[in-house]
C-alpha cells in the first residue's frame, strides 16, 4: 500500500497538474471518514500521512483520567504517563490508534473516495485555468451524452454544452470534433467548477467572425449588432469608420470566401450581412432589403417604429413563422409593426371603381357583371379587341348568353364612329 500510495500521488501530481498538499488533504478526509468503522469514535481522531514515504497513521486526543468510564475518549492516568511523563488527570494526550488492517481499510474503502475528491481538485484547476477564457472559442471532441446535456472533451478538462446551449437542427456525435463558444466558467455549481459551452449563442457568431475577417481582428470593421435565431438565421450588421473599406464586402470576402467558411461551421445557417446606420429608419430599411419599405415612423423614446411594405412584400417581411420580424427587430434593437400599404390598395381599389362604372355605362350590365369583367383583366373596351366569347363565357361562370351579348356591344361600341 506504500509503494501504491507514494505511487498515486507521484501520478496524479505529474500528468494531472494537481498539488500534492491538496491529495494529501483529499485522502485525509477520506481515510478519517473510513477509520471510524474500524478505530471507532475516538476524540479528535485525525489522519497523518506522509506523502513522501506514504505511510499512514491514525492519532486521537485522550483525556487522562483516574478511571476509563468512555474508552473512546478517555485513557488511564497510568498509561498516560508513558506517553508524557508528568501527565495529570485532564491532560490531553495524542495516541496513535493505527489499526492493523489499515492498509485494507486504505486500498478497499478510502481509494475510490480519493479519487472523487481529486476530481474535485482537478476541477478547482479547471476553474483557475478557465475562469479568464470566458467567451473564448475552442476545439473539442463530443465524448458522451448526460442526459440531454452534451460532454466535451477539451484536452485536460471536460465542457458541459447544455440543451439549451445545443443547436436543435445539428446532431451530435461521440468522436465528433466541434468549436465551441465557452459561454460561463461557473465555480459553484452542483457538480462543481464547470465550463458551460454554447453553439448557440450569437456571440459564437461574433468570434467566428473575428477569427476570418481580419478587418474585424484589426478594427478596422466593428459588429454593431447581431441577431440569431441558432441553425436556421443570423443577421450581422457591420460598419467602418474607413470610408474606403466596404464593412459587408470584407466579410463576405472575395467570392463570398469569408462567409463561406462561417456557415459550413455553423452547419449551413443562413447569414445575412447588413450595412449599419446611425439613423434607426435608413438601419431598418437595410435590414429588411432587397424588401422596399414604403414608408417608416420610427418613435426612438418607446423603442418603437411602424412601417408598411407591399401586399406582396408583406409576408416576406414578416417571414416564416415571424422570424424575419423577429430578428430585424433584435438587431436594431426596437419593436417593428409591419403592416401592408393601405393606400396602395385604396389606389388600385379606386381604379377597380373606376373600371366598373365605365363598363356599366358603356355596356348597360349589371355593377356584379362589370366586377367580374374587371377582375378577370377586361378592365376597358379596348381590352374586348383581344377576347372572344369563350373568354367571356368562362369569366362569366359559364354563363353563354350573357357572355354573347356583351361581346356584341362591346363590338359595337368599338365601331361606333368617335363623338366629336
Not at 496524479?12 to 485522502?27: F, N, P, Q, S, T
Not at 466579410?251 to 455553423?266: T, W, Y
Request: glycine letters at 6%.
Amino acid at each position: 500500500m506504500i509503494s501504491e500510495l507514494k505511487a498515486l500521488f507521484d501520478y496524479y501530481e505529474k500528468e494531472k497538474g494537481i498539488d500534492r498538499a491538496k491529495m494529501v488533504e483529499a485522502l485525509s478526509q477520506a481515510l478519517l471518514a473510513a477509520s471510524k468503522k474500524s478505530i471507532g469514535p475516538a476524540r479528535e481522531l485525525r489522519i497523518d500521512i506522509d506523502p513522501d514515504k506514504g505511510t499512514i497513521k491514525a492519532f486521537a486526543k485522550l483525556l487522562a483520567v483516574e478511571t476509563v468510564t468512555n474508552r473512546w475518549e478517555e485513557l488511564p492516568l497510568a498509561t498516560a504517563k508513558k506517553f508524557k511523563k508528568n501527565a495529570v488527570i485532564g491532560d490531553e494526550i495524542e495516541v496513535e490508534v493505527t489499526p492493523n488492517n489499515m492498509g485494507r481499510i486504505a486500498a478497499q474503502t478510502a481509494k475510490q473516495t480519493m479519487l472523487q475528491r481529486l476530481r474535485m481538485a482537478e476541477k478547482e484547476n479547471l476553474y483557475d485555468e478557465f475562469k479568464d477564457r470566458t467567451g473564448d472559442v475552442v476545439s473539442g471532441v463530443v465524448r458522451r451524452f448526460e442526459k440531454s446535456d452534451v460532454v466535451v472533451d477539451l484536452g485536460k478538462f471536460e465542457g458541459i454544452m447544455t440543451s439549451k446551449e445545443r443547436v436543435s437542427t445539428e446532431d451530435y456525435t461521440p468522436g465528433d470534433r466541434m468549436r465551441f463558444y465557452v459561454k460561463a466558467v461557473e465555480k459553484d455549481s452542483g457538480r462543481g467548477p464547470e465550463i458551460i459551452l454554447s453553439r448557440a449563442h450569437p456571440n459564437f457568431v461574433r468570434r467566428l467572425f473575428e477569427f476570418e475577417v481580419s478587418e474585424i481582428g484589426d478594427r478596422t470593421v466593428e459588429i454593431a449588432s447581431i441577431a440569431r435565431e441558432a441553425g436556421y438565421r443570423t443577421k450581422v450588421a457591420v460598419h467602418s469608420g474607413d470610408e474606403k473599406v466596404d464593412p459587408v464586402g470584407a466579410c463576405v470576402g472575395l467570392r463570398g470566401a469569408r462567409v463561406k467558411n462561417i456557415v459550413r461551421e455553423l452547419n449551413n445557417e443562413k447569414v445575412d450581412i447588413i450595412r449599419w446606420k446611425s439613423d434607426p429608419a435608413e438601419f431598418i430599411r437595410e435590414a429588411l432589403k432587397p424588401l422596399k419599405v414604403l414608408t417608416i415612423q420610427v418613435n426612438v423614446e418607446k423603442k418603437e417604429a411602424r412601417l408598411t411594405v407591399s401586399e406582396e412584400d408583406l409576408s416576406k417581411a414578416i417571414g416564416r413563422r415571424g422570424q424575419n420580424a423577429r430578428l430585424t427587430s433584435r438587431l436594431v434593437g426596437m419593436d417593428l409593426v409591419i403592416e401592408k400599404d393601405q393606400h396602395a390598395a385604396e389606389v388600385f381599389e379606386g381604379q377597380i371603381g373606376s373600371a366598373v362604372h365605365h363598363l356599366v355605362d358603356a355596356l348597360g350590365i349589371t355593377e356584379e357583371t362589370a366586377r367580374l369583367l374587371t377582375q378577370g383583366g377586361l378592365a376597358d373596351l379596348r381590352s374586348f379587341a383581344d377576347a372572344d366569347v369563350g373568354d367571356l363565357t368562362e369569366i362569366l361562370g359559364g354563363d353563354s348568353a350573357l357572355a354573347q351579348q356583351i361581346f356584341d356591344k362591346a363590338k359595337a361600341h368599338a365601331s361606333a364612329p368617335a363623338k366629336e
